[in-house]
């Protein structure tokens, strides 16, 4: 019998992410990802040693104990670069009543054809796939992705009543905490929008300073 992987290298999670996917989801940024798209939204989680290592099992139990949601959503980085694991923690979600929803670089043929026998089994377990490279010159603020090229694939009947929607943004989530200061999830509405908000941020904080706010 094939052993089954047993841990995730994970950049960051969020439980109760309204953006990105259906309802109200667990959403998982797992770290690494080979693909190094031109722009990229989160290049802080591309460097494949970065993140926590996370047992599955104990990350899968958090998520089925989390209250008032209906699924999770794996981004990253490059989920289908650690498909065996979030296989195995997509089955797990899943045998709990959950929804699973994954992003991807890759192509949706590509990973049918050519994928590893863990990408496909990933494939096997997901209600929707986010398919396609960001492409900076294609950005469009659409509904759960951020460049005209990439699909939203309803690959079971679970949201397949979704597949006609308008397909506007679904808008950023931006919370404030005491120890992480602002933060925002879901798709920016501009090219380059994290870099200009850092920016933006480190201005007001030093003019803040500066007149004595801090």
Not at 115 to 124: S, V, Y
Not at 127 to 142: C, E, Q
Request: with cysteine.
């Amino acid at each position: 019998m094939r052993a089954e992987p047993t841990a995730l290298r994970v950049a960051e999670t969020h439980p109760a992410c309204r953006v990105l996917g259906p309802g109200t989801r667990f959403a998982v940024w797992v770290q690494g990802c080979p693909l190094r798209c031109r722009g990229c939204i989160s290049p802080q989680w591309l460097a494949f040693d970065g993140g926590t290592v996370v047992p599955v099992a104990a990350l899968a139990a958090e998520i089925a104990g989390t209250r008032g949601i209906e699924g999770i959503t794996v981004s990253g980085g490059e989920p289908f670069a650690q498909a065996e694991s979030v296989a195995e923690l997509a089955g797990m979600v899943r045998s709990a009543g959950l929804s699973v929803m994954a992003y991807t670089g890759y192509r949706l043929p590509y990973l049918r054809r050519r994928g590893t026998p863990g990408q496909r089994r990933l494939l096997g377990l997901l209600d929707i796939l986010v398919d396609g490279p960001y492409v900076d010159t294609l950005h469009a603020d659409l509904r759960w992705r951020a460049s005209s090229n990439q699909e939203v694939h309803f690959l079971t009947g679970r949201y397949a009543h979704l597949a006609g929607a308008p397909d506007g943004s679904a808008g950023l989530q931006v919370e404030l905490s005491p120890d992480r200061g602002l933060e925002w999830l879901g798709v920016p509405p501009t090219p380059g929008f994290r870099e200009g908000l850092a920016r933006a941020l480190a201005a007001r904080s030093v003019a803040l300073k500066e007149a004595g706010g801090e």
